[in-house]
C-alpha cells in the first residue's frame, strides 16, 4: 500500500524557517518523481517543487525559487522541503505526492503570522 506521511508544519513568524517531511513506502521510491504541493485557504491546489528521482533535477514556484529547496534520501525513503525566509503567502497545508499513482499525503500545515 503506497503511503506518504508528512511532518514538520508549524506555526512560524514571518521570515522564518521551516523544514518539511515527507516518509514514504509501499512504492520504490528512489525510482520515482516526487513533488510537493500546497493549497491556501479559497485557493486551488499549486505545485511547489520537484524533484527527479536521483535528486539531479529540480523546479519550483516561480514565488518559491530562491527560497524554497527540495531534496529527497533514497535510503531513508524521505522527501524534503526546506523552507526560508518564509512569507504571509506562504501560509498552506502541504503536501506531498507521488504521481506515479496519484497518491497524496495527509497534509502538514504551514502558517505563517506574527
Known amino acids: 500500500q503506497v503511503q506518504l506521511v508528512e511532518y514538520g508544519g508549524a506555526l512560524v513568524q514571518p521570515g522564518g524557517s521551516l523544514r518539511l517531511s515527507c516518509v514514504a513506502s509501499?512504492?520504490?521510491?528512489?525510482?520515482?518523481?516526487m513533488r510537493w504541493y500546497r493549497q491556501a485557504p479559497g485557493k486551488e491546489r499549486e505545485m511547489v517543487a520537484a524533484?527527479?528521482?536521483?535528486?539531479?533535477?529540480?523546479s519550483y514556484l516561480d514565488p518559491v525559487k530562491d527560497r524554497f529547496t527540495i531534496s529527497r534520501d533514497n535510503v531513508q525513503n524521505t522527501l524534503y522541503l526546506q523552507m526560508v525566509s518564509l512569507k504571509h503567502e506562504d501560509t498552506a497545508i502541504y503536501y506531498c505526492?507521488?504521481?506515479?499513482?496519484?497518491?497524496w499525503g495527509r497534509g502538514t500545515q504551514v502558517t505563517v503570522s506574527s
Open positions: 509501499g512504492f520504490n521510491f528512489s525510482r520515482s518523481l
Open positions: 524533484i527527479s528521482y536521483d535528486g539531479e533535477h529540480t
Open positions: 505526492f507521488y504521481p506515479n499513482n496519484a497518491v
